[in-house]
């Protein structure tokens, strides 16, 4: 059973899904940012969709024509502030389907959860809802104290706590549950609202480092890498793409030594654990593997690109904005006049900076001024199209995308599918073709050995 969610704010789109993840047994979520793309889902999944969750702020026209004319069995709820009277398209759509319904936002978490479950599940409207929201395992491990109170779930109705509000916890423990076959720990909903945890932030883990010594905090923040390569790992990344990416990591990071503000820049990207460094970390193994692929792994590639990623979004100072896709995402103009000159202009920023650095290749500074350009020219800051834009900086792009969709997805290999076809969607053009050809043959051959 799929809810797809149509909406073409990006953090919208997330904190939906968010939401309604883990709401009912075997549910899982399907996005789409326009409608087209919605179209395209649905030609693919359509059998599985139970539900369709429509917010009227794609850049392409409205989907419920389309809907009404080829699924009109399939619920259709319109998520807007906007009244659903007073939109044409959807003229008398509540009489199509008797499932089908609107939703005024805001809406508080709890209404929107009764609000899909009533029309998916009518049994459980009288039941309880779950009172938890559940965290991966993983982001524990690099942390070592929580500020509420995790639980284990043993059933749907059974939780069991695990850690209380403010306790320290060591790695060890968390190992154990992780021997354990534990994925997930839970906190209760209230919790996760008030810290208004996302899958980029989880602000009720801290990291205390009072009485660590200055070996036990490196090695701590190391922790991250190894954190990251067991996720990608557990996605059918290969051993030899992560070692690759581990040792060029070291010597890239070995070279940033020689450079004070470089070596800063890099220990504060680091020590924030959030998505500014995970995506750039991530980025280099999705290179390897796809250089692998490619037979182009000879170390001037990997080096190159592991040092762009590195480095590509070094200036970012919040890591919100690294999730920003492009200037025309309508999430950017949520940030500040300052934060928004700083991401249009930080492709340029870091590679004037870079440029003065003698052990910076020059084309290392190519893709990182390169790194926000689209297959279509609709990218920044030169608007390049697809056929003029150097294999190393597709490269980069194809993985860097990539990551941005896997770590939304929470790293769910589930919905591994849903996101290689939708990069075959956006990057089957011009130099990122051969690469894509690669890495979508690379997830097949994988998708076999997981199934074997
Ligand atoms: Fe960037
Ligand atoms: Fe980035």
Redesign the pocket.
């Known amino acids: 059973m799929k809810v797809l969610i149509v909406n073409g704010n990006d953090r919208e789109r997330q904190i939906y899904s968010i939401y309604l993840d883990n709401l009912i047994d075997g549910l899982s979520i399907a996005e789409a940012y326009s409608c087209n793309m919605a179209k395209e889902v649905l030609a693919n999944f359509g059998s599985e969709i139970s539900l369709i969750i429509y917010t009227n702020n794609t850049n392409d026209c409205g989907l419920y024509p389309f809907i009404k004319d080829h699924y009109p069995n399939i619920p259709f709820v319109f998520l807007s502030p906007d009244l659903p009277e007073e939109i044409s398209e959807l003229s008398g759509f509540k009489t199509h389907n008797p499932k089908n319904d609107s939703i005024i936002t805001p809406v508080p978490p709890n209404d929107f959860k009764l609000a899909v479950i009533k029309i998916l599940k009518p049994l459980l409207v009288n039941k309880s809802l779950s009172a938890f929201q559940r965290v991966k395992l993983i982001h524990f491990l690099r942390f070592n104290r929580v500020l509420c109170d995790v639980f284990l779930k043993l059933s749907d109705q059974k939780y069991v706590k695990v850690f209380k509000e403010n306790c320290k916890y060591t790695k060890e423990e968390i190992d154990k549950l992780r021997s354990k076959d534990v994925d997930y720990l839970y906190i209760k909903n209230s919790d996760f609202e008030r810290f208004q945890v996302t899958f980029n932030k989880m602000p009720f883990l801290i990291f205390d480092t009072s009485k660590m010594s200055e070996q036990d905090i490196i090695d701590a923040i190391s922790m991250t890498n190894l954190m990251l390569n067991h996720i990608i790992n557990s996605m059918g990344f290969s051993n030899d793409a992560i070692t690759l990416a581990e040792k060029s990591v070291e010597q890239t990071i070995k070279l940033i030594e020689k450079n004070k503000s470089l070596t800063n820049l890099i220990f504060e990207m680091r020590n924030k654990k959030d998505y500014l460094y995970d ?2 970390y991530l ?1 280099t193994i999705v290179c390897c593997e796809i250089l692998r692929q490619m037979d182009w792994s000879d170390d001037r590639n990997v080096d190159q690109l592991c040092m762009a990623s590195l480095l ?2 070094i200036t970012l100072t919040n890591s919100d904005l ?1 999730l920003v896709l492009d200037q025309n995402d309508p999430e950017l103009k949520k940030f500040s006049k300052e934060d928004i000159k700083n991401y249009i202009e930080h492709p340029t920023k870091i590679c004037t900076m870079l440029e003065k650095i003698d052990f910076v290749p020059t084309e290392v500074i190519n893709i990182i001024h390169q ?1 926000h350009e689209a297959p279509q020219g609709g990218g920044f800051p030169e608007r390049i199209r697809a056929m003029k834009l150097p294999v190393l900086s597709c490269t980069f792009i194809l993985a ?1 995308t990539y990551v941005k969709k896997i770590y939304r997805s929470n790293f769910d290999y589930q919905k591994n599918n849903e996101i290689v076809f939708e990069l075959k969607k956006d990057y089957d053009v011009g130099n990122f073709k051969p690469l894509l050809d690669a890495f979508i043959k690379f997830h097949q051959e994988n998708r076999h050995l997981k199934s074997a």
Do not use: E, I, L
């Open positions: 995506h750039s980025t590509h979004d690294a790194h860097h």
